[in-house]
């Protein structure tokens, strides 16, 4: 774990983050990891000095089970409201099968067995989350539901999830396996150079500080 703003921690969870935010009425964790890592959840947001029942909100960036693995056990012992795109919302709340459009999701499935959780508030596109200060940006493509979400926190704080991913301090695109739309995974990765921020932080890969916004404006050159 470690602090990457102020009242802002990544979570390493094998080789996915999760993200927890510090806000006025509690916490917000923005996905949940791997399945059965809500233990390790809970040690990690008690070394920030809170507690699991400070948690309020768990934003989801997209329903695959390396993110939304631990959601239904967290939601279970803490009651938070759990808030995702209507276009993932079946597959998170068990209604509709994990799409697995690629071998290598057909071969790591049953290791990644997911329980479905509930979703208490379904967003339709760009806008507010419920929670102030966090805006919601839909960048679909490595699932037709997948959301960005933009903190208005230190210059801002964008948590990319999977809509791209970092490596040696430069923004790469998805894996082309594990997305559903690659070609509009670029789109929407590319779209985020729009938007205002000072740090980004990914599903996988190492934080971006120092300029984000001109990563991704190479991204999105590199892409046309």
Do not use: C, N
């Not at 997948?146 to 230190?154: E, G, I, P, T």
Request: no cysteine; proline share 6%; hydrophobic share 45%.
């Amino acid at each position: 774990m470690r602090r990457i703003v102020d009242g802002v921690w990544e979570i390493g969870i094998g080789y996915v983050h999760a993200h927890l935010i510090e806000v006025d009425d509690g916490l917000v964790l923005v996905d949940t990891g791997l399945p059965r890592k809500a233990g390790k959840l809970a040690l990690a947001i008690r070394r920030t000095g809170h507690d699991l029942a400070d948690l309020r909100t768990i934003l989801m960036t997209h329903q695959h089970p390396d993110h939304m693995g631990s959601l239904a056990a967290l939601r279970q012992r803490t009651g938070a409201q759990v808030v995702a795109h209507r276009q993932d919302v079946a597959v998170i709340a068990g209604e509709r099968p994990q799409p697995l459009h690629h071998w290598a999701m057909r071969l790591t499935a049953p290791f990644l067995r997911t329980d479905p959780s509930p979703v208490d508030r379904a967003l339709d596109g760009d806008g507010p989350t419920g929670v102030p200060g966090i805006t919601a940006v839909h960048t679909p493509g490595h699932t037709p539901g997948h959301v960005s979400f933009l903190l208005d926190r230190a210059g801002g704080v964008l948590f990319v999830g999977d809509a791209a991913t970092a490596m040696f301090g430069r923004v790469r695109a998805s894996p082309k396996m594990t997305s559903a739309d690659p070609a509009l995974a670029l789109r929407s990765a590319a779209r985020l150079a729009e938007l205002d921020f000072q740090v980004a932080v990914f599903g996988h890969g190492k934080a971006v500080t120092g300029d984000p916004v001109s990563r991704f404006r190479d991204f999105a050159a590199r892409h046309r």
